[in-house]
């Protein structure tokens, strides 16, 4: 059973920084891909960054520049170094991971149950 644990958020002034973080735990399985996700209308949410284990990140738009994806696929974790937050940056951050179990080579993907950045004018 693998369990997707972030934690981080906090509440700052605009123009601060946070660094977010999640880690992938459990056994018998490999991590595909990580990212974080924000809460969106309709219970969708959107993409802010993700990062493959081969290293390959992707960006939404509104985190080009201010906000940074790494990982550590010996520890399965990943970060999000936040920087120059903007109140429109309030939200509820989730991480996902896309995992595959050893005996099952078919992805699955796992939540954490999200962290609230709220960040203040």
């Known amino acids: 059973q693998v369990h997707v644990v972030e934690s981080g958020g906090a509440l700052v002034q605009a123009g601060g920084s946070l660094r977010l973080s999640c880690a992938a735990s459990g056994s018998g399985f490999s991590v595909n891909a990580m990212g974080w996700y924000r809460q969106a209308p309709l219970n969708q949410r959107e993409r802010v960054a993700t990062?493959?284990?081969?290293?390959?990140?992707n960006y939404a738009d509104s985190a080009k520049g201010r906000f940074t994806i790494s990982r550590d696929n010996a520890r399965n974790t990943v970060y999000l170094q936040m920087n120059d937050l903007k109140p429109e940056d309030t939200d509820v951050y989730y991480c996902?991971?896309?995992?595959?179990?050893?005996?099952?080579?078919?992805?699955?993907?796992?939540w954490g149950q999200g962290t609230q950045v709220t960040v203040s004018s």
């Open positions: 996902n991971a896309v995992i595959r179990y050893t005996s099952w080579s078919n992805p699955r993907s796992y």
């Open positions: 990062i493959t284990s081969e290293g390959t990140t």
